[in-house]
């Protein structure tokens, strides 16, 4: 990664920004000098039933780590996507929707999106749902997903969204954890032309006896698929909502009330629920979508995330409905039924500002100029990427190829825990050098600390670490607070450990150089390594597993898996393959490993730890610089796994 390319601030950017740099320069420095005073100001971007007069409540003390923000004023999330703009965007298109298929679109305006919500925010009470109830979603990309998410948050209920291409089993584990009421789901999805049984994942899901919680189904017809039916308990969306009234009132929800559980995965144990609570994350959401994307009214914004991850929540439904913007949501795939179709769909709907992953721009840059043939993509104006570092040449293919190098690209850093956007450049205030997600957020205060806790100071690297709070951080893991203070404030006292490592160069710009834990990021997808390794113990043939991720020229990294049987068992390349369909089976097609490798006995200390780091480098090919392999029960057992990687491949 060179620090020498730079693209500096472009004209066009700077017509109308909300900031350059010197407004960068110096709000930053004020939300960082007076943050009580910053986020008295900022924190009135919402519309409040009762003000706040409190701003800030915050302890990351591991002994007492608590986090309150406008904790003593009242309002409600989807009266402010929803209600707030219907006197002078009623009109407007909230969403427009684009299938799977290139078939016609689906748009609603805002008073048409506030009709269903309130429709379905009455049929979820008509099933029993009350305040402080968990509602798990499990939803295709449909604008559903989106009105069952704001319905939820009308009425207080806090919603669980599970991602469309998670397994019964681990749809199960999410239920279980959240002890959710209500499953809200679709017959089918459809992606890239196949269907996705997302009712027949629920059935099976609920037979494991632990779900008893969950007393309704709530099931969307989409594609008219013949399904299972229990006739006590499912329902059908479409008929409860032709009942119910299309008025509902606002809840009137405290700033702190929780707003949303979203698992994720970590380093140890099974996925937690992260919990986001109301206000805070309201005003940071909305801050963020309006800044980092310099968002100006009636442009067409399109974050290609699911509503599965924190992506989808926060620049699919909350921050750009807040912010009262169009938003496309695509069910498809980037590139079916051709590469072209993002850039085909940026010409259909006019899109201004388009939001995806990197892993989903080095699939495009796989084919070349395919992915831009017959379109023109001139409503383009800026372009963004989340969830994984962005190699160079993948920002400098989106840049001259989608882009036409006229659009800034905003790599932003950030994660399930911090709400939305931490790291960040805005398009009018930051020069951008690609692969630095740059410089942080307003009353973002990024550090890097060395593996005892001592701060960096000026260039250098280091664990990233967040000093103090803000108002979209996480506030808790649902149900299991003193997993929050020892996954996130016990490794680095009094401040918030991200997990990832980075670099600070010579400007003060970030780097993100990934995670330092046992953490893997496939196709931008966070997965605990500790997820897969557990999934594949629990087949009958395997005594032991270890998972690393490798570079992988488009996932970003890939899954690979040291694999030791249960004595007696023969190795074959049927086994790798039942053992691959296995954990698809267990956790879902994103942690499909990508090599096993079978592996007579693993590298450990004298204690039993597995040696990670030599399975890493043995992984990675590379086989040089294995470091100190003296500590180790058996030193030859890496000689072994080399042996068998350069047989295998
Ligand atoms: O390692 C970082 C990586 O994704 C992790 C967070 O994953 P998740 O909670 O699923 O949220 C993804 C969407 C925000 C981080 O710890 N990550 C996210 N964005 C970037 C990134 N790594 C480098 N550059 C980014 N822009």
């Known amino acids: 990664m060179s620090d020498t390319s730079v693209y500096p601030v472009k004209p066009a950017a700077l017509e109308n920004t909300l900031v350059n740099n010197d407004q960068y320069l110096e709000m930053y420095q004020q939300s960082i000098i007076n943050p009580e005073g910053f986020w008295r100001e900022h924190g009135q971007r919402i519309e409040w039933f009762k003000p706040f007069s409190k701003v800030r409540k915050v302890s990351f003390d591991d002994h007492f780590v ?26 407007q298109l909230a969403i427009i929707w684009e299938p799977d298929d290139e078939g016609e679109a689906r748009k609603v305006t805002y008073r048409e999106l506030h009709e269903q919500v309130c429709r379905f925010a009455n049929a979820l009470k008509s099933q029993g749902v009350r305040k402080g109830d968990v509602v798990a979603i499990y939803m295709p990309m449909v604008i559903e997903a989106t009105v069952a998410m704001l319905a939820c948050s009308r009425i207080g209920a806090i919603h669980s969204v599970v991602f469309g291409g998670f397994s019964p089993e681990a749809l199960a584990g999410r239920i279980i954890d959240s002890k959710a009421k209500v499953v809200v789901t679709a017959d089918e999805g459809v992606r890239g032309g196949r269907k996705v ?20 189904v709530i099931v969307y017809k989409h594609t008219g698929a013949d399904i299972a039916w229990h006739r006590h308990r499912d329902v059908w969306w479409q008929e409860l909502t032709a009942l119910t009234s299309p008025h509902c009132e606002a809840r009137e929800m405290n700033a702190e009330d929780p707003l949303f559980i979203l698992y994720t995965s970590g380093s140890t144990g099974k996925p937690k629920g992260v919990m986001h609570t109301t206000g805070g994350y309201l005003v940071y959401a909305s801050m963020t979508h309006q800044y980092v994307f310099d968002y100006k009214p009636g442009e067409v914004f399109w974050c290609n995330a699911d509503v599965g991850w924190i992506t989808g929540h926060s620049y699919v439904t909350y921050g750009p409905l807040l912010n009262g913007a169009t938003i496309v949501m695509h069910e498809g795939l980037p590139n079916y039924p051709e590469t072209n179709r993002i850039s085909k769909i940026i010409d259909k709907h006019n899109v201004n500002i388009l939001y995806i992953a990197p892993t989903a721009i080095r699939a495009l840059m796989a084919e070349g100029d395919a992915a831009v043939q017959d379109t023109h993509r001139n409503s383009l104006r800026l372009l963004g990427s989340v969830g ?51 410089r942080p957020f307003f009353g973002v205060q990024p550090a890097l600390v060395d593996n005892m806790g001592r701060l ?54 970030y780097w993100i150089t990934g995670r330092v834990d046992d953490v893997i990021n496939v196709s931008g997808h966070r997965m605990g390594t500790a997820e897969i390794e557990s999934a594949m113990v629990a087949h009958h043939q395997v005594a032991e597993a270890a998972v690393v991720g490798f570079p992988h020229n488009i996932k970003g990294q890939g899954i690979y898996v040291y694999v030791t049987l249960n004595s007696g068992t023969d190795t074959s390349e049927e086994l790798k393959t039942s053992l691959k369909d296995w954990v698809r089976k267990e956790i879902g097609p994103i942690a499909t490993p990508d090599i096993i490798q079978w592996a007579p006995g693993l590298p450990k200390t004298r204690s039993g730890k597995i040696m990670r780091r030599i399975l890493r480098k043995i992984a990675a090919d590379e086989y040089e610089n294995l470091g100190d392999t003296s500590t180790l029960a058996d030193p030859d057992v890496v000689n072994q796994l080399i042996a068998n990687k350069a047989v295998a491949s």
Request: glycine share 10%; net charge negative.
């Open 456 to 509: 960096v100071h000026g260039p250098g690297e280091g664990n990233l670490v967040i000093l103090d709070s803000w108002p979209g951080q996480a506030r808790t893991v649902y149900g299991d607070h003193e997993r929050f203070v020892q996954t996130y404030f016990s490794s680095f006292k009094g401040m918030y450990t991200t997990g990832d490592g980075a670099r600070r160069d010579n400007d003060g710009y």
């Open 388 to 438: 994984e570092p962005i190699n160079p040449e993948a920002w400098n293919w989106y840049y001259s190829t989608i882009g036409e190098e006229r659009c800034p690209i905003v790599d932003t850093w950030w994660q399930t825990e911090t709400g939305a956007a931490m790291l960040t450049p805005l398009p009018g205030a930051t020069d951008l050098k690609p692969g630095s997600a740059t």
């Open 66 to 91: 608590s986090i309150n923000w406008f904790y003593d004023g009242t309002t409600n999330a989807s009266y402010n996507c929803l209600d707030r703009h219907l006197e002078d965007k009623g009109d």
């Open 197 to 216: 049984s997302l009712k027949d994942n629920v059935d099976e899901a609920l037979t494991h006896p632990d779900t008893h919680t969950i007393e309704k």
